[in-house]
């Protein structure tokens, strides 16, 4: 997930090493898109819990709209993938509400963050934003080089134009030279 950054929960401020690690995407999607979420957790020595649960709820305008539980995937994870295309547009608060227990407490932790799914047709002005993106950066290059080449012009352009004129002077002097000869 090198799309997603992380955040730390406390589950009991008794006992900070007792964590909910949560793994959110990106907080913009576009319908259809498809993404893993879910959180990672960690007892009081850094153990990792595999018999906790993690609700996942995503919420629009105050009305659970989807719920579920997060399987345990392996060191501590739970995960579960969750198609927008199925949630439909909007902005969502997504809640995570994670338990686990030991022989005498059962150890809550929450983390809520919120997502934007967008209509469909935003792919394509993503998509054409990131081509032009593209295209201006190409174009600027060229400028770039454009004018680098008109600077080398410019000074063989001043170096001609100066030796022209050392080149007129000294045929002025030379006729002047040869006209006080005559004289002479």
Do not use: W
């Amino acid at each position: 997930m090198s799309d997603a950054y992380k955040a730390s929960c406390c589950l009991s401020s008794r006992f900070p090493a007792r964590a909910l690690e949560t793994v959110i995407p990106e907080t913009v999607k576009i319908t259809g898109d498809s993404f893993l979420i879910g959180g990672k957790l960690t007892g009081p020595r850094g153990e990792t819990v595999t018999n906790g649960t993690l609700k996942i709820s995503l919420i629009k305008a105050g009305e659970e709209v989807y719920s579920t539980n997060a399987p345990h995937v392996g060191g501590g994870l739970y995960q579960v993938q969750i198609d927008t295309g199925a949630i439909g547009t909007g902005d969502y608060l997504v809640k995570l509400d994670a338990t686990y227990s030991v022989s005498t407490f059962t150890y809550p932790a929450s983390k809520t963050v919120t997502i934007s799914v967008l209509p469909a047709f935003y792919r394509e002005l993503l998509k054409d934003t990131s081509e032009l993106k593209q295209e201006t950066a190409s174009i600027k290059s060229s400028i770039d080089s454009i004018q680098s080449s008109i600077g080398s012009l410019s000074g063989m352009l001043n170096a001609s134009i100066a030796l022209s004129v050392i080149s007129l002077l000294v045929a002025i002097v030379a006729i002047v030279f040869a006209l006080r000869s005559k004289k002479t």
